[in-house]
């Protein structure tokens, strides 16, 4: 793979597609560590991605991830940007701020959309975010998201993408958008993220940056949401290689200190710890790829 036209890394080896399921947010809370790793030692996950950030994410929690890769590697791990409160920045004189903490999610978008974010402030902490991922598990990461998808902004993307190719050129970067046979204009959400990806994906392609090729799992957090019923859609027309984020956890007092997505956490556990989970893989022809 080489040139711009290079992509995350694909799996052949039968008929099958070869996809990644990544659960976002490892860190984030002690529950929502404990849940993925033992969604990775049941191989129903091969990616996660770690919030250096969180006041939670300590050494202990970074070697009990890395031990699972003892021996052989079971999942892709990678550095989960994090630009929006609650947390607070990991670098001297990030700005801007709001009560000492990165701002909401809504209000980096649109900064960054008129570009009046400070692009040296980004590549500083997206840079600093690097550094502590490296401390924690002595290697780089293999692949660098966004919480909240931040990393898609203008201006942040351009920092990352600054960052990836100055200081980690093996790793890809996460893009979100869905396959074209899956773009259901109703569906705003990922509609959203279908349109800030088609920057990162440009400029990712003129630095040689890898990007995974097609991108499913986005939905609306509501209480209502089911998502057993929803996994399937996401699976339509994704590709060999394709990605699928996820959120499973077990709610502690730790998670519902720092983020609303509490409870829907735990169906996304229930379901990818099922039985029907690996049924549905088996049923549309698809299968997790072997991380390298």
Avoid at 233 to 243: A, C, E, I, R, V
């Amino acid at each position: 793979m080489s040139g711009s036209m290079r992509d995350a890394p694909r799996h052949r080896g039968d008929a099958h597609r070869r996809i990644w399921l990544c659960a976002d947010d490892y860190g984030i809370a002690p529950g929502v560590n404990e849940a993925i790793r033992q969604l990775i030692v049941r191989r129903r996950l091969n990616a996660t991605s770690v919030m250096v950030v969180s006041p939670h994410f300590n050494p202990e929690q970074a070697a009990l991830l890395a031990d699972l890769n003892a021996g052989e590697t079971r999942a892709a791990i990678g550095l989960h940007v994090t630009l929006t409160a609650p947390f607070a920045p990991m670098s001297e004189g990030f700005a801007p701020l709001r009560k000492g903490g990165f701002l909401p999610m809504p209000e980096m978008m649109s900064r960054g959309v008129a570009r009046r974010l400070k692009p040296e402030a980004l590549v500083i902490e997206i840079g600093t975010q690097l550094r502590l991922f490296l401390e924690a598990f002595g290697r780089l990461p293999d692949f660098i998201d966004g919480h909240q998808h931040v990393h898609l902004a203008p201006q942040v993307r351009d920092a990352l993408l600054t960052v990836v190719t100055e200081a980690a050129p093996q790793a890809w970067v996460r893009q979100c958008g869905r396959p074209p046979g899956a773009r259901r204009l109703r569906d705003a959400k990922a509609l959203v993220l279908d349109i800030l990806s088609l920057g990162l994906r440009r400029k990712a392609q003129s630095l040689g940056v890898a990007t995974n090729p097609a991108f499913a799992g986005a939905y609306e957090f509501t209480a209502k949401a089911d998502f057993a019923a929803l996994f399937p859609n996401f699976l339509t027309g994704l590709p060999d290689g394709g990605l699928i984020m996820c959120h499973p956890g077990f709610v502690d007092a730790q998670l519902r200190a720092l983020d609303p997505l509490t409870d829907l956490r735990e169906r996304e556990f229930a379901y990818l710890d099922s039985d029907a989970f690996p049924k549905l893989l088996a049923e549309r022809g698809a299968a997790l790829a072997e991380p390298a």
